[in-house]
């Protein structure tokens, strides 16, 4: 700060003995310490809060980068989901579109193997339920063993 040498500080000293007296002088001298530390105390404070300030604002700043560089990171993530949707929905429009064309493809199997069955509509859906041929013995034994298991 200031450039004193002790040749200066003799020199002030010795003005101020003179001009305050050996009375005032430990007085004078403590007052002045006094103020020099509070001032002291002040300027460090003063220090301390221009750090916090400063740490905070570089903190606010690499958090404001870590959220642009996630966001950045989320999109092709949020673009893969996307896709993965859009490629769910699609597979379930098609399964709806052959779960509703399953009745008249089964209508005209039926109609192929059997032209001599006629299609119509019943209101009890359980008339038109082909019933199986009868089971060889082979399958009978399969079945009784399915039976067992189960029981």
Not at 18 to 31: F, T
Not at 83 to 112: F, G, K, R, Y
């Amino acid at each position: 700060m200031f450039d004193v040498g002790f040749s200066e500080l003799i020199l002030l000293g010795i003005v101020a003995l003179v001009v305050l007296g050996p009375e005032k002088l430990p007085h004078a001298a403590r007052m002045a310490g006094a103020w020099l530390g509070r001032i002291r105390r002040t300027v460090i404070d003063i220090q301390a809060e221009i750090e916090k300030e400063v740490s905070a604002a570089e903190l606010k700043q690499r958090m404001n980068d870590e959220i642009a560089r996630l966001k950045a990171a989320a999109e092709p993530v949020t673009e893969e989901i996307q896709a993965v949707e859009n490629t769910i929905h699609q597979h379930i429009h098609d399964a709806s579109q052959t779960v509703d064309a399953a009745p008249a493809l089964i209508e005209s199997q039926t109609t192929t193997l059997n032209p001599s069955v006629a299609p119509h509509t019943t209101e009890n859906p359980t008339d038109d339920i082909v019933t199986p041929s009868p089971l060889s013995t082979d399958d009978h034994t399969a079945v009784d063993k399915v039976n067992l298991v189960k029981s």
